[in-house]
């Protein structure tokens, strides 16, 4: 049973940084690409960042030089390091591998 288990969302202040963690099960997580995305109160599920099973890194313009996404496939865990956070960065979390997705995790960014 595939899995993906979110965690270390919070209220933070703006300026202020998260990690957040998604630990998977039940798939083959070296070889496959992962993700994040977020979703807004009232707007559709963005994309913000992807890695490849190679450590390519894709980011959303919206975060890029302020998050890092990173794996550790011994852990079968994907991380996203939130740094500068900003409160348009408010959104629900949610870990992606092909076809699977977490059940979220809230980040909420306070001015």
């Known amino acids: 049973q595939v899995q993906l288990v979110e965690s270390g969302g919070d209220l933070v202040q703006a300026g202020g940084s998260l990690r957040l963690s998604c630990a998977a099960s039940?798939?083959?997580?070296?070889?496959?690409?992962m993700g994040w995305y977020r979703q807004a109160p009232g707007k559709q599920r963005e994309l913000v960042a992807t890695?490849?099973?190679?450590?390519?890194?894709y980011y959303a313009d919206s975060v890029k030089g302020r998050f890092t996404i990173s794996r550790d496939n011994a852990k079968n865990t994907v991380y996203l390091q939130m740094n500068s956070l900003k409160p348009e960065d408010t959104a629900v979390y949610y870990c992606?591998?092909?076809?699977?997705w977490g059940q979220g995790t809230q980040v909420t960014v306070s001015s």
């Open positions: 890695i490849t099973s190679g450590g390519s890194t």
């Open positions: 992606n591998s092909p076809g699977r």
């Open positions: 039940g798939i083959i997580f070296r070889i496959l690409t």
